[in-house]
């Protein structure tokens, strides 16, 4: 079986319309302005894999998109490797066979189907409910289950697993499929242990990486009393009046008189009291780093990163560079969200900074 032979409609979606009319202009196809161009394409998937270039441009963005990764490692003795392949490739993982399966019936992620890409490299494909949908007629109200259609790579001699989900489908995938087929522990990778769990520093190892959006939560959990907030916005409204009047006795003396009894604790702590998230970003008008902004180097040292958006670049086989956006999820889930579509070129970069 080859990758043509897993595809299936809900995968052309990851198709951009860039992508489709590279396809159509190709192929010189003619297609009616009233049918669903990615369907079609779909429909005619084994005449579009017969043509190298337009086969290229399908595999590289057919299992990508805008999708969310986490990686797992797993170590394994020589002796151990035969039976792991073994059991990959056996019968009951659907090695090289599709297994029909009725979506509305699952409630666990289900493996459907295994095939091989490359040495000791496989590709899983696995449905997973997600909950359910209310459907409104206006006469009937129905429910119809969602189910994503999940991509798990297995890359033997690397000893990794990359999951392609949400953090919560991810887990379920390796603790009801994966982990029980490999038979062995499987790690959680941490994403940023290569940089120190640094944001910057992994930020800085990208082409043309750009911090542009940061989610924080405040380092210390204060509670302030509303008097004690009340001297808190006196002493920032003397600064603003010192900046407009330049009076700086009436700053000194707002400074000398306030007293927060929080002793030991920065000024701009207290000023992140209460609050459970600080969100911050650069304006889409500025091409600049949020690192180089002012309010973000002040208050950096007093919260701790849960998770950023970064930019960066990627040139393709004809030197012209992509743009891509991840999420980068620090804290919470763990794993590399693509908010661009993205493709296997890409994943392959990422992956290999968080492996190594």
């Not at 995968?11 to 369907?39: G, Y």
């Not at 798990?152 to 995938?173: G, Q």
Request: charged share 25%; net charge negative; aromatic share 8%.
């Amino acid at each position: 079986m080859e990758i043509r032979d897993i595809v299936f409609p809900a995968d052309f979606l990851n198709l951009t319309k860039e992508d489709t009319d590279k396809i159509i202009n190709e192929m010189e196809l003619n297609i009616d302005v009233d049918t669903d161009v990615k369907i079609h394409l779909y429909n005619i998937k084994n005449q579009l894999f017969i043509d190298s270039s337009v086969s290229s441009l399908i595999k590289d963005k057919i299992f990508a998109g805008k999708t969310s990764v986490k990686w797992y490692k797993f170590e394994f003795s020589e002796e151990e490797k035969a039976g792991i392949i073994e059991r990959i490739e056996s019968e009951s993982n659907f090695y090289n066979v599709v297994l029909p399966i009725d979506t509305s019936q699952i409630n666990l992620p289900v493996k459907y189907t295994c095939i091989k890409i490359g040495d000791n490299k496989y590709m899983m494909r696995i449905m997973n409910p997600t909950g359910s949908r209310t459907i409104n007629t206006g006469k009937e109200i129905s429910k119809i289950k969602s189910v994503n259609n999940i991509t798990v790579i297995i890359d033997i001699d690397r000893k990794y697993i990359e999951v392609r989900s949400d953090n919560v489908s991810a887990r379920k995938i390796i603790n009801n499929i994966i982990a029980p087929l490999i038979g062995k522990e499987i790690i959680e990778v941490s994403i940023l242990k290569n940089y120190n769990d640094c944001l910057e520093t992994f930020r800085n190892s990208l082409n043309n990486g750009k911090f542009v959006d940061v989610t924080s939560k405040p380092d210390l959990n204060i509670i302030l009393t509303r008097a004690q907030n009340e001297r808190l916005v006196n002493t920032l409204k003397a600064l603003d009046e010192y900046f407009i009047n330049k009076d700086i006795e009436g700053l000194k003396t707002e400074l000398l008189e306030v007293e927060l009894g929080t002793e030991e604790i920065p000024f701009t702590q207290l000023f992140l009291a209460g609050l459970s998230q600080i969100g911050m970003a650069t304006r889409i008008d500025i091409d600049e780093d949020l690192t180089d902004q002012s309010l973000y180097g002040i208050l950096k040292s007093y919260m701790t990163n849960q998770r950023g958006f970064i930019n960066f670049t990627l040139n393709d086989e004809l030197g012209i560079p992509h743009y891509y956006t991840i999420q980068v999820g620090i804290k919470t889930t763990n794993s590399i969200s693509f908010k661009s579509s993205a493709t296997e070129q890409s994943i392959q970069y990422i992956r290999n900074k968080i492996l190594g």
